[in-house]
Structure formats: structure tokens, C-alpha cells
């Protein structure tokens, strides 16, 4: 099993800056990729961003230049830097991960974290 524990939500002014962080433990070998999704009310879950091991990244239009995800191998940890923030971004951000375990190849989800993004 691999849990995943998400941190970083709360609720900004527009124009603001919010950090989230997703931290992977368990029965981890190694991490494929990790990602970021969020889900608005009413509307489907869509991938924010993602990154693989390597460090290649990949960004949802809405978010470009505005939003950097990073992954600390070493401690299996995910960031996305959240910068000019919008009232469209306002959702739960779900962290996701694609990894190796001792039992197989996994894909998790976390419990999600709220962002709300108002004045």
C-alpha cells in the first residue's frame, strides 16, 4: 500500500500565492510520475500538472506561468507552487501517483486538499 498525505490548502485573496505539497510513503521501489488534479463543483476532475522522475513537466493551459510543480525524489514529495492566483482556480487539488511497488505497478490518489481562491 502507498498513502499519500496532502497539505498546502486554504483560502487566498485573487492575485495570491498558495503552496501544496503531497508527501508518497509506503511500499514505494520507485515513482513513475506524480500529479496534480482538481475538481471545481459541477465540473470533472482535469489534470493541472504533472511530473515524471526525470523531472519532465506538463502543465494545463489555464496554469502556464502561473504554476510550478516540483518533485523531491529523495523524500518522495510533490510540490505545486500556486502564483497569481484566480477565482477559477477555487477546487479540491487531488494529488495523484503512478509508482513501482514491491507488489506491482500502482496508481493512488490522495484524500484532497481545498483551494479557495476569493476576496
Known amino acids: 500500500q502507498v498513502q499519500l498525505v496532502e497539505s498546502g490548502g486554504d483560502l487566498v485573496q485573487p492575485g495570491g500565492s498558495l503552496r501544496l505539497s503531497c508527501a508518497a510513503s509506503?511500499?514505494?521501489?520507485?515513482?513513475?510520475?506524480m500529479g496534480w488534479y482538481r475538481q471545481a463543483p459541477g465540473k470533472q476532475r482535469e489534470l493541472v500538472a504533472a511530473i515524471t522522475s526525470g523531472g519532465s513537466t506538463n502543465y494545463a493551459d489555464s496554469v502556464k506561468g502561473r504554476f510550478t510543480i516540483s518533485l523531491e525524489n529523495g523524500k518522495n514529495t510533490m510540490y505545486l507552487q500556486m502564483n497569481s492566483l484566480k477565482p477559477e482556480d477555487t477546487a479540491i487539488y487531488y494529488c495523484n501517483v503512478d509508482v513501482n511497488t514491491f507488489y506491482g505497478r500502482r496508481n493512488y490518489w490522495g484524500q484532497g486538499t481545498q483551494v479557495t481562491v476569493s476576496s
Open positions: 509506503g511500499s514505494i521501489v520507485r515513482i513513475n510520475s
